[in-house]
Nanobody, 115 residues
Framework: QVQLVESGGGLVQPGGSLRLSCAASRIFLRLYAMSWYRQAPGKQRELVGTITSSRDTNYADSVKGRFTISRDDAKNTVYLQMNSLQPEDTAVYYC?????????WGQGTQVTVSS
């Protein structure tokens, strides 16, 4: 059974940083387009950014310049480095793996930005 497991969420003050991890079992993340999504209370899930199998990245305008997605093939893990966090970044963050007809989601990790 394919599993994506996010970790690294927590409570951080405005202006702070967090790094989220998404570790996979039974699939090789380097073969997938890996995306981070987030969902704030009462809002729709939104795309934060994507890293392709060739390591191209793209980001939502709201996080561009602050968030960075990377991939460690040896650890079969994708990361979301989040800097200059603001209260509006508060959400549950999910990782997603997509390839052809395959689409997998993690369980999510809570990020709360508050003083």
């Amino acid at each position: 059974q394919v599993q994506l497991v996010e970790s690294g969420g927590g409570l951080v003050q405005p202006g702070g940083s967090l790094r989220l991890s998404c570790a996979a079992s039974r699939i090789f993340l380097r073969l997938y387009a890996m995306s981070w999504y987030r969902q704030a209370p009462g809002k729709q899930r939104e795309l934060v950014g994507t890293i392709t199998s060739s390591r191209d990245t793209n980001y939502a305008d709201s996080v561009k310049g602050r968030f960075t997605i990377s991939r460690d093939d040896a650890k079969n893990t994708v990361y979301l480095q989040m800097n200059s966090l603001q209260p509006e970044d508060t959400a549950v963050y999910y990782c997603n793996a997509t390839r052809s007809n395959y689409n997998y989601w993690g369980q999510g990790t809570q990020v709360t930005v508050s003083s």
